[in-house]
């Protein structure tokens, strides 16, 4: 007689193994293997395993290229994040924290498709139709070929999709699905994973475009396998809190197009609508302060203009106070102790606060020159004029280094009428705005 094999698998990250463990060696969560029964260990190997079907290999050149189509959801800022439209077939996935708008920007896309004359089926297993309903008239998306089916389990919404034809499916959440071919409870990483494999089969076979919406835990990935983001075709995350009108939706995996771009969004009480005009949104001019500047950055190919704030005040504590808010914390740490070198600022008994304002996060260094220019302000109780930006990247040594898309940035200031520029390296093209050259921090001090 054959020996049973035994699997146990990780709840939290979905690692596998023949022994029970306390920790998880791949996630480090304790506490977290469950035993698999003999049906859920063929799950896990037919979603796991590669088609067996033989194939032999094509030249590259013999191969035809895919031609990708799209239609439009409806919202132009979503449109760009997707690269152009959504593509037929596609199955996307949509994290944030809870309130942020997944929900209310879904249903009103869904409205706007079905609009369009496609059919659109709305599965909830949060919450009913009637209140599905209470949204839907506060963002006007009453369409007659939106049809809504508030149901947790994944053989009845396939049943579903058999009785009619649809364009278009959202699952609202993916976490609160499951499967009564397996056993363990909805959200676990078993029952996340099948369901998505199955979702996924369903938009190939059909061409149906598949939007799922997917609890974030605490440290602000998706809940459930890390497996589920490599299945999708695309992954967006909203970020933005709840308490503010502005949202960023962000790519961070498309197959069918760049994840550099992002969309904006502002909530309001006919729900979250696209942000078109965003240039003043993230600064103030009405009023000039010591502690702030602006700056320009590139978020896929829109230049944003930001303001930056500082606030230095005296520490009252043996530990000096480094924080930043949207902005790298080591990376503060490093430009502090380079003013404290190079310029002799004696910041080492300030506590220096940082602060981007809209809720947009800063990953490139082009913002370098505006922090440090905001942190002298402060300190100096010296305001600086909201007519000029500052864009340069400050090294270890003190230089301050020219920055990519110089001359898209330079235009977008413009626009916004910013009439002088502290950058490291004169650009190719005129520009009616006044240039100050920076190729030292020390000579940072010079402009003031």
């Known amino acids: 007689m054959a020996k049973k094999k035994i699997l146990f698998e990780c709840q939290h990250c979905g690692f596998s193994t023949q022994k029970w463990m306390g920790k998880c060696t791949n996630c480090g969560a304790w506490d977290s293997f469950i035993e698999l029964n003999e049906h859920q260990q063929e799950l896990v190997k037919k979603t796991k395993s590669i088609s067996t079907q033989s194939s032999q290999a094509q030249s590259i050149n013999k191969i035809k290229e895919l031609e990708v189509f799209r239609y439009s959801s409806g919202d132009t800022e979503l449109d760009t994040v997707l690269g152009g439209g959504i593509v037929p077939g596609s199955l996307t996935l949509i994290g944030g924290s809870p309130g942020v708008g997944k929900s209310t920007l879904l249903l009103k896309v869904g409205g706007d498709i079905a609009k369009s004359g496609k059919n659109v089926l709305y599965v909830t297993g949060e919450e009913s139709s009637g209140q599905i309903k209470l949204r839907a008239n506060r963002l006007g998306a009453n369409q007659d070929k939106l049809y809504l089916l508030s149901e947790i389990r994944l053989e009845q919404v396939l049943v579903e999709l058999e009785h009619r034809h649809y364009d278009f499916l959202i699952i609202d959440s993916i976490q609160t699905l499951y499967s009564e071919e397996i056993t363990s409870a909805p959200g676990s990483v078993t029952q996340v994973r099948q369901i998505t494999f199955e979702l996924m089969r369903v938009a190939k076979e059909r061409d149906l475009s598949i939007f799922i919406i997917g609890h974030i835990t605490k440290e602000g990935s998706i809940a459930g396998p890390r497996v589920l983001e490599h299945m999708v075709d695309t992954v967006l995350y909203f970020e933005g809190d709840s308490s503010q009108e502005l949202r960023i939706l962000r790519g961070f995996k498309n197959r069918f197009g760049p994840t550099s771009e992002i969309g904006v969004f502002e909530m309001r009480n006919d729900g979250l609508i696209s942000a078109t005009d965003i240039s003043s949104r993230f ?39 480094r924080q930043a808010t949207g902005f790298d914390n080591n990376r503060l740490n490093m430009l502090l102790a380079l003013l404290e070198r190079k310029l002799e600022i004696p910041l080492s008994g300030y506590d220096v606060f940082i602060n981007i304002t809209g809720g947009i996060k800063i990953t490139e260094t082009s913002a370098d020159l505006a922090i440090l220019a905001a942190i002298i302000s402060s300190f100096r109780e010296r305001a600086i004029s909201k007519e000029t930006i500052f864009l340069g990247e400050v090294s270890l040594v003190g230089d301050v280094r020219e920055v990519i898309a110089l001359d898209v940035r330079l235009k977008e200031a413009k626009m916004q009428n910013i009439s002088k520029v502290l950058l490291a390296k004169k650009p190719l093209e005129k520009t009616p705005m006044k240039t100050f050259i920076v190729d030292e921090v020390t000579k940072l001090l010079e402009w003031y």
């Open 283 to 321: 600064f103030n001019r009405d009023s000039t302060q010591a502690g702030s500047a602006l700056t320009v950055v590139m978020e896929g190919s829109r230049p944003i203009i930001l303001e930056v704030q500082a606030l230095v005040s005296e520490s009252h504590t043996p530990n000096s106070k």
